[in-house]
């Protein structure tokens, strides 16, 4: 497989030796209720000097909460956690890198990285040392970078160099241990390459890293050993990667017993081609210079690469920004919108997989969720009774167990917050159903469930246009695929058969 | 060789190149920082736009009236700015943390009420009464930072609570009645000269900026500040002490309040229930023409300054024309609309 060549597995050391380093850290049957909910029940974890480790479980394991424990935010409610052998110990010497940065946009990289060292509000805050202090933490990480960016505002960094700056800050603080949730989430394939072998080097040097990821081509890659939770109890307590495979970390995390390549085989064939059954079939036609595409109903057509490109192209079709570059036919009249209300209205669904920023709306309760796009579709004006209905026929549909339909989201885990997202769109099913990443940050089981429900959503006539950054699930279903070069030019449409992670690859440039 | 580089652009380099680079030495310590010209033209672009924009005001008044750039009345437009400016930079540091403070120009209003009963009625010496004035300040801005930092209401509720209180108390204590000050030596405090040669109300000013300026930008308490408006969770899990932070913030401006009160008072001898209606606006008025954000963040000290002593002379401006005094909000309210258009451009642009 391609994936092994380019990721070259990460060369454990010797087992002997991580074996023999001191834990640096020891959480010894953690406890944790939240109210009557218990979320951690005697959940270990030990982690070695040196050592990158995994830290796996599905979504509600309990990996969040633990997290937040060991770094201090949350008390634990029984268990001990300590650091180098000893429970009173520097909250500094961990530090957590989470996905939601904890940055200071408006501040320089190298006040980020140096004012948590300062204690005294009355000394100056400038000066060549807390520059030297940055400077030196910073070049552990990337040497052009801590050469470059030091003055720079940390709002105007992208995301990729944030998450070096929260790094080269663990690193300044003092820390030892550096915990990762989901480093890679928002990355794309050649940041994340860059990231692993930034957390290698840290490694070599005696940092011991803990990473949580749903990915497991990455976890293959970067991981030395791994812990598996499930419903916030350790099932697996630090094997080497090298003695557990694929199957048995599926099985450990409690999902469904397929894995994503077994999956990826099964797939397709039940579902690829039903657009002959559709009557009042939708034809899609786009252009971009040399690139020519062609979908119908029921066509599932993916995006491939860097964010740049396909972003252009989504934000076309969803009215966000028409773009100059791309002309777009439907059924053989322009498709171009001035706002995404026109576009929703004219048939055009949206599923993102940044829930929190560009998809929940956190402060309404899941009905209003759920009918917030039939709501603009149908120009309503008035709440109605029949949208009770509406919804509560979708959450069936998508087995989405939610104590009430008022309920908040905030009370759905993250991978049921995705297919509340998705649910929007089942009751109306619109012409052309546009997907952001809409498996970022879910687990295995959550995905496979949202690619069913994509699935049947084609198979009812939709098109679905999928950008991911995940090229075994562009392989898994879609019908063809337009890659994108890094600097977001299409380079070539991939027509079904010929996809899989290494033509996607090449394609895409990505593999570097 | 920027690998790292926004555009996306060079994504293909690998991290052996930027390694391999970094010890050739063609990466490493290149000029930390670029030179302090430079340096300080960028940091203060804002306030030199600003700037300009006030002298090119005054000389377009001056072809019109051509005693506005007279000794006397840039003097005038000093003495007219100096409580602004002053109220305004307590304004500045809650604006910076994210919050906004309402009840500026009411606490002006008591504190002016109260410092001139106590010398009236209650018969005190100046300083005294200076003091218990302060104290005016201190305590509002005492409530005003303890129900937002440990209680955790929203700063517009707080203060537009207490910016009715002190508004209405300011009519209670004399029930209404104007109090004119009869204290001799009163007037030293705003026209006085501690250090000869230079007026009070201007050597306040110079104080409080050159002491607002280099804390915000030299102390860590300054960075501080601005930490806790760039993301007041983040920061709190860095450790910065965010309410001890969010708490000074409404005391200083409270205190400073009160401070610009006295100052004018001891100008105008004469205790107004209303001295401090306008004020409040203007001074987050000064503070967003400066280049703060309401959402926190960002906002200098000589951008506030620079903001009060536009605002006043506009004001002045449209008195020496001749200009109805009723325009005068419509014509400020336009130059903060031009500002804060220049400003999103600008950022737009870059």
Redesign the interface.
């Known amino acids: 497989m391609w994936l092994e060549e380019a990721l070259p597995a990460h060369s454990p050391r010797p087992e002997v030796m991580i074996e023999n380093s001191i834990p640096v850290l020891e959480c010894l049957d953690i406890e944790k209720s939240f109210g009557a909910t218990s979320v951690l029940k005697r959940a270990r974890l030990t982690v070695k000097t040196g050592e990158i480790h995994a830290l796996l479980g599905g979504n509600g394991a309990g990996k969040s909460t633990l997290i937040r424990i060991v770094s201090g ?1 949350i008390p634990a409610d029984g268990g001990s956690v300590r650091v180098a052998g000893a429970t009173d110990f520097q909250q500094s010497s961990i530090a957590v890198v989470f996905q939601e ?7 320089t990289v190298a ?1 980020n990285i140096d ?2 060292n ?9 000066g060549r040392k807390p ?2 202090a940055a ?1 030196n933490a910073l ?1 552990q990480i ?4 801590a ?2 960016v ?2 720079t505002l940390v709002a ?3 995301l ?2 944030r998450q070096l700056v929260e790094i080269a800050r663990a690193l300044a603080s003092g820390a030892r241990l550096i915990l990762l949730d989901e480093p890679t989430a928002n990355l ?1 394939f ?2 994340s ?2 990231l692993f ?2 957390m290698r080097r840290l490694a070599r040097s005696g940092i011991s890293l803990v990473i949580v990821s749903h990915r497991m081509n990455e976890i293959r890659a970067i991981a030395d050993v791994c812990t598996i939770l499930r419903d916030g109890k350790t099932v697996v307590d630090r094997k080497p990667m090298a003695s557990i495979d694929d199957e048995q970390i599926v099985e450990a995390m409690g999902q469904k017993q397929l894995t994503e390549a077994e999956q990826a085989k099964a797939g397709p064939t039940a579902s690829r081609r039903p657009a002959q059954r559709v009557t009042n079939a939708t034809r899609l036609a786009l252009a971009h210079g040399a690139i020519r595409v062609a979908a119908a109903s029921g066509d599932i057509l993916g995006l491939a690469g ?3 490109g396909p972003g252009t192209l989504l934000d076309h079709l969803t009215g966000v920004r028409p773009s100059s570059e791309w002309e777009i036919m439907r059924d053989g009249r322009p498709l171009r919108f001035a706002s995404p209300s026109q576009a929703v209205r004219a048939g055009i669904g949206y599923v993102t997989g940044d829930r929190a920023n560009k998809g929940i709306l956190s402060s309404l309760p899941i009905l209003d969720n759920i009918v917030a796009a039939t709501r603009v579709a149908r120009r309503r004006l008035f709440a109605s009774a029949e949208e009770v209905g509406a919804a509560s026929r979708s959450l069936d549909r998508l087995s989405i167990k939610a104590s009430s339909i008022d309920a908040m989201p905030s009370s759905l885990s993250g991978g049921t917050q995705q297919k509340l997202l998705l649910a929007r769109w089942l009751d109306d099913l619109p012409d052309i159903l546009v997907l952001e990443e809409p498996t970022r940050g879910v687990d295995i089981g959550t995905k496979r469930d949202i690619y069913d429900i994509v699935r049947q959503a084609a198979a009812s006539g939709a098109i679905v246009v999928w950008w991911s950054t995940e090229f075994a699930e562009l392989a898994a279903v879609c019908n063809s695929v337009i890659s994108f070069d ?3 030019r299409p380079v070539e449409v991939l027509e079904e058969g010929y996809i899989t992670e290494v033509t996607l690859a090449k394609a895409t ?1 990505m593999a ?1 | 060789m920027s690998v790292l580089n926004k555009n996306g652009q060079n994504r293909e380099a690998n991290v052996s190149d930027i390694v391999a680079a970094h010890h050739s030495g063609t990466a490493a310590r290149p000029a930390l920082r670029a030179g302090p010209l430079v340096r300080g033209f960028k940091t203060y672009r804002t306030e030199i736009a600003i700037a300009v924009a006030i002298i090119l005001i005054e000389v377009v008044v001056s072809l019109w009236i051509p005693q506005a750039l007279s000794l006397g009345n840039v003097a005038n437009v000093a003495q007219a700015a100096a409580p602004l400016v002053i109220m305004s930079l307590g304004v500045l540091l809650v604006v910076i943390t994210g919050g906004i403070d309402l009840s500026v120009g009411s606490i002006f209003s008591l504190t002016g009420m109260v410092t001139g009963l106590a010398m009236s009625s209650g018969g005190m010496d100046w300083p005294a009464a200076c003091l218990l004035g302060l104290g005016v300040g201190l305590a509002v801005g005492a409530v005003n930072g303890a129900l937002v930092t440990f209680v955790g209401l929203a700063p517009f509720v707080v203060t537009l609570i207490t910016y009715a209180v002190a508004g209405s108390l300011s009519f209670v204590i004399t029930n209404g009645q104007s109090i004119a000050i009869l204290n001799g030596d009163f007037w030293l405090l705003n026209s006085g000269s501690i250090v000869p040669g230079i007026v009070n109300y201007l050597f306040y000013s110079i104080v409080f900026i050159a002491i607002a300026e280099l804390a915000l930008r030299r102390l860590v308490l300054g960075r501080w500040v601005y930490a806790v408006g760039s993301n007041d969770r983040a920061a709190r899990l860095l450790g910065i002490p965010v309410n001890g932070v969010r708490f000074s913030v409404y005391v200083f401006s409270g205190l400073l309040a009160s401070f610009s009160s006295l100052i004018s008072l001891s100008y105008i001898s004469n205790a107004e229930t209303t001295a401090g209606a306008n004020l409040m606006l203007q001074a987050i008025a000064a503070c967003v023409i400066g280049g703060a954000s309401l959402f926190g963040g960002t906002g200098s000290a000589i951008g506030a300054m620079l903001g009060a002593v536009m605002i006043t002379v506009i004001q002045n401006g449209v008195n020496l024309i001749g200009i109805n005094s009723f325009w005068q909000g419509s014509v400020t309210g336009l130059v903060i609309l031009v500002a804060v258009l220049v400003d999103r451009v600008a950022k737009v642009r870059s």
């Open positions: 935010s940065l904890a940055l200071l946009p408006h501040l006040e004012l948590p300062r204690k005294n509000g009355f000394a100056p805050a400038g520059y030297e400077f070049s990337d040497g052009v970078l050469g470059t030091l003055g105007d960094l992208d990729h160099q794309t050649g940041e390459e860059r072998a930034i860097a964010p740049a890094l600097s977001g440039g570097a």
